[in-house]
């Protein structure tokens, strides 16, 4: 995280289709608000052209993100930009996903890049199950810094997807799954977790900080006098929280739910 997985994928996407001539590359955002951080991202770093599914030019010139609809029409119609950039939430659509997977399409997409993939980890979830119908894609790659989040299962859609695991869900969740209790349902814990770190490791690359080689970190304090009005202000403030905890029994989360208001009281009084 924050070594370049974005700028890798650009570059990696115009080296494939300079030596294969690829038509489309997809761009699939796990977080919908990096659609547009994408589309900043190649223009500043790359001479090919790009554009967000669904964005239109309004009357009034301005640009906007149509709906599903909309989508679905531009995936209906010759697309001339190379990078086509959608969110998860898209691919809940039948639609969407018949023009994707359509063995002669229109746009023809030979790459498929999804950002953040860790959040593709529900098997169950309607935009998940219709991810892993984008399969018969040539170069597929998944970027995240943390795939491994809370629980092995959260690996399998993104394995799945990519062609590392071949097994099903159940198959996959008692692999890795320690059940117990009464009915023999009841997740007691994990096992061969070696084992998919191995896997983890043999299909992907991992980069840390050190390869930056970045000299220590200096940590610099200023300090910023409030005005009158706002340290009396704040004051009020500091003086109602100890009237407040001297009265009643308060818990952890109240009480920093008050340093918080002491923050705003330094950051932005309005």
């Not at 001339?80 to 950039?85: C, M, N, T, Y």
């Not at 491994?148 to 799954?177: A, H, Q, R």
């Amino acid at each position: 995280m924050g070594l370049g997985k974005t700028l890798q994928a650009i570059y990696a996407a115009e080296e494939i289709k300079k030596r294969e001539g690829i038509e489309h590359c997809l761009i699939i955002c796990g977080v919908n608000a990096l659609k547009t951080n994408w589309k900043k991202e190649i223009e500043t770093h790359s001479n090919l052209s790009c554009r967000i599914l669904g964005q239109i030019i309004t009357k009034r010139g301005k640009l906007k993100i149509g709906g599903v609809s909309e989508r679905v029409k531009q995936l209906q119609n010759p697309i001339d930009e190379f990078f086509v950039i959608t969110n998860i939430e898209t691919l809940r659509d039948e639609k969407i996903i018949k023009e994707l997977t359509k063995k002669k399409p229109i746009n023809k997409f030979e790459m498929i890049v999804a950002d953040e993939c860790h959040k593709f980890k529900n098997p169950s979830a309607t935009q998940s199950k219709h991810f892993l119908k984008l399969k018969n894609i040539k170069h597929k790659i998944g970027l995240t810094g943390t795939l491994l989040l809370n629980s092995p299962l959260d690996t399998y859609v993104p394995l799945k997807w990519l062609g590392v695991e071949k097994s099903p869900f159940t198959n996959f969740k008692y692999f890795y799954c320690i059940f117990g209790g009464p009915f023999g349902s009841d997740l007691l814990g994990y096992k061969n977790i070696d084992y998919l770190k191995e896997v983890l490791s043999n299909h992907s690359l991992r980069r840390t900080k050190d390869i930056l080689k970045l000299p220590p970190k200096n940590v610099i304090n200023e300090y910023v006098d409030m005005n009158d009005a706002q340290q009396i202000f704040y004051d009020n403030i500091k003086q109602g929280v100890i009237d407040q905890v001297d009265k009643v029994h308060m818990s952890t989360a109240n009480l920093l739910a008050m340093v918080s208001r002491l923050r705003q009281a330094t950051a932005c009084p309005s």
